[in-house]
C-alpha cells in the first residue's frame, strides 16, 4: 500500500511521548522525509540544547525554534517532529495548523516518567525532584497540547510501528486533506 502525503504532519507532545521514534517510523512507512526541529536547531546554533539554554536562556532558544519550524513548514512536505516547548506558543500553533496538521501524541505521565527517568538530555528536568518538575509541566501543558488538530493515544504496550500504524490510520480516518492511500 502507498500513500499521499499531503500536508506536513507534525508531531507535539510532552518530551519522551515518542515524537522523534514515531515521527522516523511514520515518515518510513509514508515513505516522506523525516525531520525533527530540535536537531535541525542543533545543526544551526553548533551547540546541544543544554547548551543553548544554558548560555543563552529558555526565550531564545523559543525564539529559535520558531523560526526553524517556520522554515520548515515552507519546505518539502515531511514528518516534523518538534521539540515539547514549541507548541506551547500560539504563534506556533497558528503556523502548525495552517501549513500542516498538529498530531499530539497523548501520553499519560507514568509513560513518559518511565522514559526520560534515565536520560539527562532534559535541560528542564536538572531540577531536585525531576518526577516532580515532568508533572509540573505535564499540568501545565496538557490543555495547550489538547488544542492540537489530531489527539492519537501513546499506549504504553504499543511498538514504535504500532505507534505509527495508529497515527497513520487516525490521519487516514479523520484527515483526508492531510493523508490518503494511493
Not at 521514534?21 to 512507512?29: E, N, S
Not at 523559543?62 to 504563534?91: D, F, M, N, P
Request: aromatic content about 6%; overall charge negative; some cysteine.
Amino acid at each position: 500500500m502507498s500513500y499521499e502525503l499531503k500536508k506536513t504532519v507534525v508531531f507535539v507532545g510532552m518530551m519522551g511521548a515518542g515524537k522523534t521514534a514515531v515521527g522516523r517510523a511514520l515518515a518510513a512507512k509514508l515513505d516522506v522525509p523525516f525531520i525533527d526541529s530540535d536537531a535541525e536547531i542543533v545543526k544551526a546554533a553548533n551547540m546541544s540544547i543544554a547548551e543553548i539554554f544554558e548560555r543563552d536562556g529558555e526565550a531564545f532558544f523559543r525564539l529559535k525554534e520558531s523560526q526553524v519550524i517556520a522554515r520548515l513548514l515552507e519546505e518539502e512536505r515531511c514528518i516534523l517532529s518538534t521539540g515539547g516547548g514549541a507548541y506551547l506558543a500560539e504563534g506556533n500553533r497558528a503556523e502548525i495548523s495552517e501549513r500542516g496538521v498538529a498530531v499530539w501524541l497523548d501520553a499519560d505521565v507514568e509513560l513518559l516518567w518511565n522514559r526520560v527517568k534515565h536520560k539527562d538530555t532534559r535541560p528542564l528536568l536538572r531540577t531536585e525532584n525531576p518526577r516532580q518538575t515532568l508533572e509540573e509541566i505535564f499540568e501545565a501543558r496538557v490543555p495547550l497540547y489538547g488544542l492540537a488538530d489530531l489527539p492519537v493515544k501513546a499506549d504504553a504496550g504499543l511498538s514504535i510501528e504500532e505507534m505509527a500504524d495508529r497515527v497513520a490510520q487516525a490521519l487516514l480516518d479523520a484527515r483526508p486533506d492531510v493523508l490518503a492511500e494511493t
